[in-house]
């Protein structure tokens, strides 16, 4: 069975960063692209990041880029998202998310909370 | 940027009646290896999204055949045949053309 389990979230003040995780089971991580997908409170879904299976490339949307990083420790079955420079827009659920060939994120975690406030 | 525009319902919308939710992309999402890379999405309360239809029409794995998904390289439709209680939520349209990744806003379905 497919799980992905997110950790790492919480309050956090602007201007400061936090590091996202996402433990992977039942499924070869190595031969998948992660993303990390989020979603404000009542709002709709904001892709932000993903990353190919080696790692070697990632894409972002202008609205995170420069800011986050993503990553991964296929060795670990490993997905993380560093986030610098936190604003209070980026107050949100995150999901890990697997990204298949076919162009499609078909497994999501539960999500994490992210709350950017002083 | 490719901008995803989804529709409204009519809500609520009685049990057992058939609904159209509609999507309309910017830009073609028509490949020319043939497929249309546009995915629909259904957020049940409380729950992470789940996928219902990719490739525009090709069902997931598991979900009920009275979900099906049509259109053309810019104008897309998710109906559903008869809907049921387990059927509440979010549906959301979203483009796997290209980067960056875009979704529509949403649509909401709620039942009578």
């Known amino acids: 069975e497919v799980q992905l389990v997110e950790s790492g979230g919480g309050l956090v003040q602007p201007g400061r960063s936090l590091k996202l995780s996402c433990a992977a089971s039942g499924f070869t991580f190595s031969n998948y692209y992660m993303a990390w997908v989020r979603q404000a409170p009542k709002k709709g879904l904001e892709w932000v990041a993903t990353i190919s299976t080696s790692g070697s490339r990632t894409y972002y949307p202008d609205s995170v880029k420069g800011r986050f990083t993503i990553s991964r420790d296929n060795a670990k079955s490993s997905l993380y998202l560093q986030m610098n420079s936190l604003k209070s827009e980026d107050t949100a659920t995150y999901y890990c998310?697997?990204?298949?060939?076919?162009?499609?994120?078909?497994?999501w975690g539960q999500g994490v909370m992210v709350t950017v406030s002083s | 940027d490719i901008v995803m525009t989804q529709g409204a319902l009519p809500n609520p919308v009685p049990s057992g009646e058939s609904v159209s939710i509609t999507c309309r992309s910017s830009?073609?999402?028509?490949?020319?290896?043939?497929?249309?890379?546009l995915n629909w999405y259904l957020q049940r309360p409380g729950q992470s999204p789940q996928l219902l239809i990719y490739w525009m029409s090709t069902r997931a794995s598991g979900v009920s055949d009275r979900f099906s998904g049509s259109g053309s390289g810019t104008d897309f439709t998710l109906k559903i045949s008869g809907v049921e209680a387990e059927d509440v939520g979010v549906y959301y349209c979203q483009q796997g053309l290209e980067f960056p990744l875009t979704f529509g806003s949403g649509t909401k379905l709620e039942i009578k």
């Open positions: 998310a697997r990204w298949a060939v076919e162009d499609y994120f078909d497994y």
């Open positions: 830009k073609s999402l028509l490949y020319s290896d043939g497929k249309t890379y």
